[in-house]
C-alpha cells in the first residue's frame, strides 16, 4: 500500500512519540535502532496490506496491534534500564531504572522514596567530610546548652550554638556515607533483581 | 491472585522460551518471528512488546542480530540463535518437559482421585 501524505503523518507521528518517548530513558543509539526497528515493523505491514480500499482504517489496525507509543516505549524501557542496572551496578542506570519504575508503578514510587532518602542521607555525610576541612569552624557537632542538637554544617553559625568535633569527624562522615551509600545501592539492585525476575515483557 | 494475573505470568513466562524456539530453525525477522508466534499460540497480545524482548536476549548473548539491506523496500533486523542461545534453549526445553510432566501427572492424579471418590 503507497501511504497517502495524511497516512505518512500518522507513522511520522507514531515514531515521532515513540522517540520521544525512548529517549527519556535509553541511550541514543539505542533510540534509533529500536525506532528503525520499529518503523521496519511498520513499513512491512503496510506494504503487506497492499490493495486494502481504506488506508486510514488499515493504518489503525496495524498501529493498534503494534500497541500505543507509550506502551511500547515502556516495554523497552523496563527491558533495558533494570537490565542494565542489575547487570552493571553502576549508580547511573540503577538511579535511571529506579526513576523509570517510580513512574510507571506504585510500589516503584515508594521504593524511589525511601532510596532518594539512602542516597540523600549519603551525600550528605560525603559533603560534611569535604566541607570539615574547608571550613573547620562550620562543619561539626552543634552543641546548645551542652547538648548535642545536630551534625553537619552551618553558615554562619547561629548565636548560642557551640561547635564540637575535630578532624575525625572527615573519617567518621566518609565512613557513615560510605556505608549508607553502599547499602542503599544493594537494596536498590536486589529490589530491580526481584522486579526483573517477576517480570518477563 | 486472580486467574487473568496467572495466565499473564504463564505467558509472559513462556515467551523467552517461544522466541526461542521460533529462531532455532534459523534466522528470522521480528515481524516474521511474531507472525510466527501468532501462528502456533496466542502469547503476543502487544506486537511492539515482542522487540524489547528481543532486544534483552541478544543483550544476554542468546541471540544474535543483524540488520540486512536491500532485501526487501526496508531494511529487516535478522535474529539468530548464538551457541549461547542453542545450550539455554535445550536447557529451557528439558525443563519445560518435566515441569508439564509433572502438573500432568498431578492433574491426572486429582482428576484420579476425584473419580474414585464419586
Redesign the interface.
Known sequence: MQLTDTGESRVNGYLFVLERSLKTFLPSD?VRD?V??????L???I?AADGAPNERVVLEQILG???PPL??AQ??S???TV?EAVATGRFVPTVRAVTHLAATTAWGFVLAFWLFIGYAVAFAFFAIAILKPIFPNNVGIQFVHGFPVGFGAHFPLEPGVELGGGYWIVPLAAACGLGIFVGTHRGARRMLARWRER??? | MSHETWQEQLRRGSLDLAILLTVSSGPRYGLSIIQHLEAFTDLVVTEGTIYPILGRLTREGLLDATWVEGEAAHPRKYYRLTRAGSKRLDHMKREWREFADKITRLIDAAEGHDHAAH
Not at chain 1, 528503525?36 to 515493523?41: D, F, G, K, T, V
Open positions: 539505542t529500536a528503525r526497528e520499529i518503523e521496519s515493523h513499513r512491512e505491514r506494504a496491534e503494534l500497541g506502551r511500547v516495554a523497552y523496563a527491558e533495558r537490565d517480570r518477563v515483557s
